[in-house]
């Protein structure tokens, strides 16, 4: 199995055995069955001497994850210098460290991240920085790639298929998928690759972020903070996550299955260069579902 195509600068990595392990059941049949499921492990974030948050992660890339967390959240800006991060496996911590002391250290009590779809923390900071972002008004998307992007990630070899109950979020430049990070959470997902531009310096000028998750208010305002335009998913929307798309000018296309989409916000920004009837409807063999037809991730 080809597991990192060129087109990607990082991309899952479904065999690694740290994060799935085996279980033993029965069908319904009562027939004894055994299937991978994905590990969920705590992962405990302090920012200099201060504990912010408890996360609950596969573990894979807890550096991108602890600093991504850190700039969605706006505990770190731009001008601040990280001087450090300290990962110790054994007692799950992780340490960011940064050269001044930030403003948030003292304000913050312990609030604890879990798995659930909606259960991703958002701070009233992040509201208000909503109202000030400024997106790229010369940004377009062209429809061939929203469907050249959508068959290109369903056919990633990914930890989804392999075990399922797992969520995605893929950065992209026109039709080339660059970065794709898996999680429990779809709000984790997006912060390992916040952490990972923030690392690289990697600008977000003509980027675009795909999701396998809901388009939740939090996943508009993550994915407006970092500065890209368009947000794309193979889900649904939620009525909040419409109206903050609308009222700060991103584009919000969601159910991308296909040859079939639905544009809720800055349609304007479409380009149509492909025509739907020359598009093939997803092969129910490739379909994005978990190896168990587990449909936990849409």
């Known amino acids: 199995m080809k597991t990192q ?25 009562g027939h004894a069955v055994e299937t991978r499921v994905p590990v969920e492990r705590p992962l405990t974030l302090f920012l200099n001497g201060q504990e912010i948050v408890t996360m609950m992660t596969i573990g894979d890339y807890p550096d991108y994850l602890a600093l991504g967390y850190l700039i969605n959240q706006r505990m770190l800006l731009p001008e601040d210098e990280v001087t450090g991060i300290d990962f110790d496996a054994e007692i799950e911590t992780i340490v960011v460290r940064t050269a001044r002391r930030t403003d948030y250290e003292e304000r913050l009590k312990k609030k604890t991240q879990t798995s659930g779809c909606a259960q991703g923390t958002v701070f009233g900071n992040m509201m208000e920085a909503v109202e000030s972002v400024a997106l790229d008004p010369q940004a377009e998307l062209k429809t061939s790639w929203i469907y050249s992007l959508s068959k290109q990630i369903n056919l990633t070899p990914s930890l989804y298929l392999e075990a399922g109950a797992i969520h995605g979020c893929v950065l992209c430049e026109g039709e080339r998928p660059l970065i794709y990070m898996e999680d429990v959470g779809r709000h984790n997902a997006i912060d390992k690759i916040a952490g990972y531009m923030r690392v690289h310096g ?62 809720l916000s800055g349609a304007e920004r479409l380009r149509f260069d492909a025509d739907p009837a020359t598009v093939a409807e997803e092969d129910a063999r490739s379909r994005r579902k978990g190896g168990r037809d587990d449909e936990a991730a849409e």
């Open 5 to 29: 195509p060129s087109a990607y600068l990082v991309q899952p990595d479904p065999l690694n055995p740290a994060l799935t392990e085996a279980v033993q059941g029965i069908d319904q049949d």
């Open 202 to 263: 990697l600008s977000a000028a003509g980027k675009i972020m795909y999701t396998t998750g809901r388009l939740t208010s939090e996943m508009v305002i993550k994915t407006a903070q970092m500065g890209i335009p368009i947000l794309i998913s193979r889900s649904g929307f939620t009525a909040w996550g419409v109206q903050l798309a609308r009222q700060i000018g991103m584009t919000l296309i969601g159910r991308a299955k296909g040859k079939r989409f639905v544009a």
